[in-house]
């Protein structure tokens, strides 16, 4: 199984998993266009998509024209009620499509995602409809192949941890540096709202992942950083905030992969 985080921040994110010449994609916060043509390097197109996971009704995860092409291209898009209840009280496209297969309720936090099996778990975030962190398995060789994609939390609630637990993969935001966050020139309403309901900081990342590892019978192939927030924070201290968390709990082996704004990743195959 393969994962690439096609970008990510808060202008977009988009996350594409591929085992077989199917995929999934997990949020669409890009126009189709840009979408497509990061999908054709990797040998895929909209042609492979077996569904779209939604995590959240923010516009950095959901691009309104990209759902309506989405929805037109005859691809299910799948996230839990609450979400496509505000998909469809925004969106005239999602408005039409509900009560078809188009708009896949995810019930009792499971859904089949042509032969990925995805779960999600509900996290704080201040976005109606709620937010939810996805694990996407599927079968391999060895077994079960299972990548975690958790964006946009302000906080790790109860049970993410075993959830998330013997994930070969690890897509975990790594929103912000305290210390750039408190003296960046955002209004303190911001400067809280992203501390508490909004997104983790480098250290706490290092610690979910952290937790997640002990958590695990096995240590993750790589550790993704997302979300890495323009003003607040650089790739290189996520990096190395990061490598340090996992150093400090003798998994320093484990490779941390960076992602881009508006460029992919490189790919992170695993599970072979
Ligand atoms: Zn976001
Ligand atoms: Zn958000």
């Not at 202008?11 to 497509?36: E, P």
């Not at 998509?49 to 299910?76: E, K, M």
């Not at 070969?168 to 501390?195: A, C, F, G, Q, T």
């Amino acid at each position: 199984m393969h994962v690439r985080v096609l970008g990510s921040s808060s202008s977009g994110n988009c996350t594409v998993l591929w085992d077989n010449g199917r995929a999934v994609l997990i949020d669409i916060g890009f126009s189709l266009r840009y979408i497509s043509r990061h999908l054709r390097p990797i040998g895929l197109s909209f042609r492979e998509v077996a569904g779209v996971v939604i995590t959240h009704a923010h516009g950095d995860h959901v691009h309104p024209n990209t759902l309506s092409s989405i929805l037109a291209l005859g691809i299910p898009v799948f996230a839990p009620h609450p979400i496509l209840d505000v998909l469809c009280e925004y969106f005239r496209e999602a408005r039409k499509a509900r009560g078809t297969p188009r708009l896949r309720p995810i019930q009792s936090g499971h859904a089949d995602v042509g032969p990925f099996s995805v779960d999600a778990w509900a996290v704080p975030h201040d976005a109606a409809g709620g937010c939810y962190a996805y694990t996407v398995s599927g079968e391999c060789l060895t077994g079960v192949a299972k990548a975690t994609v958790a964006t946009d939390l302000g906080y790790v609630p109860e049970g993410l941890t075993a959830h998330c637990a013997d994930s070969h993969v690890l897509v975990v935001e790594s929103n912000h540096d305290p210390v750039m966050l408190e003296s960046s020139r955002r209004p303190l309403w911001l400067k809280e709202r992203i501390r508490t309901i909004g997104h983790l900081s480098n250290e706490k990342a290092g610690h979910f992942v952290r937790d997640v590892l002990t958590a695990s019978r096995f240590l993750p192939d790589a550790v993704v950083l997302a979300h890495v927030s323009k003003e607040c924070n650089t790739n290189a201290r996520a990096v190395e905030s990061m490598q340090r968390s996992l150093h400090e709990h003798g998994a320093g082996s484990v490779r941390v992969v960076e992602t881009f704004r508006n460029a992919p990743n490189e790919t992170v195959s695993f599970c072979l």
